[in-house]
Structures are given as structure tokens and as C-alpha cells.
Nanobody, 125 residues
Framework: QVQLVESGGGLVQAGGSLRLSCAASGRTFSTYSMAWFRQAPGKEREFVAAIVWTGGSTYYADSVKGRFTISRDNAKNTVYLQMNSLKPEDTAVYYC??????????????????WGQGTHVTVSS
């Protein structure tokens, strides 16, 4: 079992930056692939970024490519999402997710085994 706790959300002006963190419990974190999803009010949860267990491969949604960076520190059991050049349309609850299959970059929500409780990000115009 893995427990995920997100932090780092908040209110930021358009063009600003935030760094989200997701702290994981459990000894097997380093073998899991990790991802960030987001859900805006009235919309479905959507994929943002994913990273394999080694950190060697990443994948991004087109809407955030070039602005967001996913990374991980397996020694700290933590995955990060650096968000730059934020836009009002980035406003959402951001969720961290973990998948036991550590070597595959996956965009579909149902493929993930564990989820955090989410952290709110609000970008004002």
C-alpha cells in the first residue's frame, strides 16, 4: 500500500510559478511510475504529466508541454511538478497518482493504483 500526500498548491497570478510536491509512504515508491492529473470544476480529471520509476522518461499533456516539469527524488520518496508560466486555465485540483507498473508512461486514470487527496491551484488573470 502507498499513501500519497500533495502539497504546494495555492493562489498565483498568471505568468507565475508554483512547485507541487507529492510525498509517498512505503518502501516500494521507487519502483512505481508516478503522474500528476488535474480536475477543474465541472470537468473530468485529465492527465498532466508522468514519469517512470527511474526518472529517465517523462511524458506531458500538450497543454502543459514546455511549461511544466515532472521530476522525482526516490531517496526522498517524493515526486514534483514545477509549473511555470501559469495560465488561468491551469486552475484545478491537482492529484498525484502512483502505478505499480513502473516502466510505462500512462495517461489513463484507471490505470493508476493509488491517489492522493489533491491540492488546489488557482491562477488569477
Amino acid at each position: 500500500q502507498v499513501q500519497l500526500v500533495e502539497s504546494g498548491g495555492g493562489l498565483v497570478q498568471a505568468g507565475g510559478s508554483l512547485r507541487l510536491s507529492c510525498a509517498a509512504s512505503g518502501r516500494t515508491f521507487s519502483t512505481y511510475s508516478m503522474a500528476w492529473f488535474r480536475q477543474a470544476p465541472g470537468k473530468e480529471r485529465e492527465f498532466v504529466a508522468a514519469i517512470v520509476w527511474t526518472g529517465g522518461s517523462t511524458y506531458y499533456a500538450d497543454s502543459v508541454k514546455g511549461r511544466f516539469t515532472i521530476s522525482r527524488d526516490n531517496a526522498k520518496n517524493t515526486v514534483y511538478l514545477q509549473m511555470n508560466s501559469l495560465k488561468p486555465e491551469d486552475t484545478a485540483v491537482y492529484y498525484c497518482a502512483a502505478r505499480k507498473t513502473g516502466y510505462v508512461l500512462e495517461t489513463r486514470t484507471w490505470k493508476y493504483d493509488f491517489w492522493g487527496q489533491g491540492t488546489h491551484v488557482t491562477v488569477s488573470s
